[in-house]
């Protein structure tokens, strides 16, 4: 029903900064929200960063606040995620997901997921 594509990962050293983009195609019109989570090898899957496509509402988790910035292209269904000031603790698979739902902070919430990005944050 929907298709989400990241992109924009690769390598870049601690303090400087990427900008991911995920492309939603298909039903798009039934997204409530989308969200980026994260994966490192071995780790649970976290949120990182989620944003209504309407009305402004962004929520961060506590380990990006102030670095990270989602921000929303809603003509193009396109998502970003300008990550800033990275550590090596960044390093990971990012993820685009779509919810139906309001719960935009729960995992289980989201309905649509994308294949990943490779972040990697060199020392």
């Known amino acids: 029903q929907v298709q989400l594509v990241e992109s924009g990962g690769g390598l870049v050293q601690a303090g400087g900064s990427l900008r991911l983009s995920c492309a939603a195609s298909g039903r798009t019109f039934s997204v409530y929200a989308m969200g980026w989570f994260r994966q490192a090898p071995g780790k649970e899957r976290e949120f990182v960063a989620a944003s209504t496509w309407s009305g402004g509402s962004t929520w961060y988790a506590d380990s990006v606040k102030g670095r990270f910035t989602i921000s929303r292209d809603d003509a193009r269904n396109t998502v970003y995620l300008q990550m800033n000031s990275l550590k090596s603790e960044d390093t990971a698979v990012y993820y685009c997901?779509?919810?139906?739902?309001?719960?935009?902070?729960?995992?289980?919430?989201?309905?649509?997921w994308g294949q990943g990005t490779q972040v990697t944050v060199s020392s």
């Open positions: 997901a779509g919810t139906l739902h309001t719960m935009v902070v729960v995992t289980s919430s989201y309905d649509y």
